[in-house]
């Protein structure tokens, strides 16, 4: 898609403009993958060996706050910098301290992440600080054998410490745990019970076809209609009518009072109420994440209108978002979607 001058798909409110798509979805809520690297390599995110984009291609520090800030002025109300490891990034937490004042300003409702919890030892403070009050940190498992091997390297000690230290920070914590069968599949009630005893909520994410990882996709595939079939065996499941525009199902479990996300994206449709759009790392804005949809925003801010551009564009772009998505996952086909979850930002 060429950006090129469109009606203004915004409605003014008593709050600022407001992005609407050709659904009538409102778009609030904006993911930005920061970085494509990660420290980890985790099995069904990344291949053993990535080849990393060269730094040209990334957006600048400068870009992203660009683009986020644009986003905030056009009535996005929650940003999420995820990556890839969002805290590999250098400059990182400047970046924080420099969209936190659209907190300050009372323009944007919050300001959060997606993290590995490799580095929140380091970094859980200043989060805070900078106005951060929850996160998300993805954890398959609470075995160090087992997240050794998942995560091709990775010591589970070190995410124990990050989520001390966020613990002791005061960020409230989501667990994301990807369900993988015969994998993490028998130790899901024990991590649940674990988070909720540690007063986190804990969603669990089927996992999506999304980039080539050079595992069998078929093989990893366990549908949480099973999980949660399992769950209610032993458990007492409410559903809590919690709507977030996002993908996932909300449940009260009685016995550990605590909250589990279903997130299934292959076996449910959720876009009717989807209120969301990514920002790659390179600049690519997709406004669904099962299509291949892209407005290119790098090329339009380092084009002729420079910045200037950008509002037009991610205009037209939302008014492009797809009304739904379509993932497949089938033996030995290749993923629905080329592109890794890293570089989309999860
Ligand atoms: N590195 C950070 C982390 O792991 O939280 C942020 C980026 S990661 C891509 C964001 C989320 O995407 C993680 O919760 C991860 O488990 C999830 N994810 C990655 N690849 C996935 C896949 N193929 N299917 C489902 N979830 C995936
Ligand atoms: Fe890294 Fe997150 Fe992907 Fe794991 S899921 S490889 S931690 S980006």
Redesign the pocket.
């Known amino acids: 898609m060429t950006p090129f001058d469109v009606a203004h798909h915004s409605k003014p409110t008593a709050t600022g403009p407001t992005l609407i798509d050709g659904f009538g979805r409102t778009v609030r809520y904006l993911r930005v993958s920061v970085t494509d690297r990660?420290d980890?390599r985790?099995v069904?995110?990344m291949a053993e060996h990535m080849v990393f984009l060269p730094k040209a291609e990334v957006l600048t520090l400068e870009e992203l706050d660009q683009i986020a800030s644009t986003f905030v002025g056009l009535g996005v109300k929650k940003l999420r910098l995820?990556?890839?490891?969002?805290l590999v990034r250098k400059g990182f937490m400047g970046l924080v301290e420099n969209l936190s004042r659209h907190l300050n300003s009372g323009a944007l409702e919050e300001l959060t992440l997606?993290?590995?919890g490799t580095r929140l030892a380091q970094f859980a403070k200043d989060l805070v600080r900078f106005g951060v009050k929850r996160i998300?940190?993805?954890l398959?498992t609470l075995d160090p054998v087992l997240f050794k091997s998942l995560t091709r390297g990775g010591d589970l000690a070190q995410v124990m410490a990050g989520l001390d230290a966020a613990d002791a920070a005061g960020l409230a914590i989501k667990i994301?745990v990807?369900a993988l069968k015969d994998t993490n599949e028998a130790e899901i009630p024990a991590m649940i019970s674990w988070a909720h005893g540690r007063g986190y909520d804990l969603t669990l994410?089927?996992?999506?076809?999304?980039g080539d990882t050079g595992e069998d996709r078929t093989s990893q595939f366990l549908s949480l209609a099973k999980v949660r079939e399992t769950l209610s065996s032993f458990w007492t499941l409410t559903d809590i009518p919690l709507q977030t525009g996002g993908p996932a199902r909300y449940v009260r479990i009685e016995e550990t009072g605590g909250r589990l996300g279903l997130i299934t994206p292959m076996s449910h449709t959720f876009c009717e109420a989807c209120n969301r759009v990514r920002l790659t790392c390179t600049g690519v804005l997709h406004t669904c994440l099962g299509h291949e949809d892209e407005m290119d925003l790098r090329a339009v801010m380092r084009g002729p209108k420079g910045p200037a551009g950008l509002e037009n564009a991610i205009r037209l772009a939302i008014a492009g978002k797809p009304e739904g998505h379509d993932f497949h996952i089938s033996e030995g086909s290749a993923p629905t979607l080329a592109r890794h979850?890293?570089r989309t930002?999860?």
Do not use: A
């Open positions: 990660c980890l985790c069904y995110c995820t990556g890839g490891e969002p997606t993290t590995n998300n940190v993805s398959d994301n990807v994410i089927e996992t999506m076809p999304l979850m890293s930002g999860g």
